[in-house]
């Protein structure tokens, strides 16, 4: 009795294991980078982006692309690209989109005109972040 148990445990787990490598040519890819300039540069040209790192997005949570970029009042604009969650749940229980999330995070240094803006763009399919 123990014999099939096991051996129904184990074709259970292959079976996961064999949707699992199905799945795992899905997984989204992401630009990956951060910085100014060279480092992440905005806008991306094509030689930028064949030379900038691509990461998979995992977790248990939806994730996306992303790509947001805070334009200081220097002039300078850092630039950041990877995954990110689709949803940010609040305190509260209120999920907002990353870039929703994003722009309530800096909006004090905007007001506080210590940050000229924020750009971000959120998106769900494959190296969409440029």
């Not at 248990?60 to 949803?87: E, H, M, Q, W």
């Amino acid at each position: 009795m123990i014999f099939y148990k096991m051996k129904s445990v184990c074709l259970l787990l292959c079976a996961l294991f064999a949707l699992a490598l199905a799945e795992s040519d899905d997984r989204l890819s992401c630009y990956s980078c951060s910085g100014k300039d060279s480092g992440c540069p905005e806008p991306a040209t094509l030689t930028d982006l064949a030379n900038m790192d691509m990461t998979y997005c995992t977790g248990v949570l939806a994730t996306g692309c992303t790509k947001y970029s805070v334009n200081y009042l220097s002039g300078d604009v850092y630039t950041f690209r990877s995954c990110a969650p689709l949803i940010v749940d609040e305190i509260d229980g209120t999920g907002l989109n990353f870039c929703d999330f994003i722009a309530k995070m800096y909006a004090p240094l905007t007001e506080g005109s210590l940050v000229k803006g924020v750009d971000c763009y959120n998106c769900t399919t494959v190296n969409c972040n440029t």
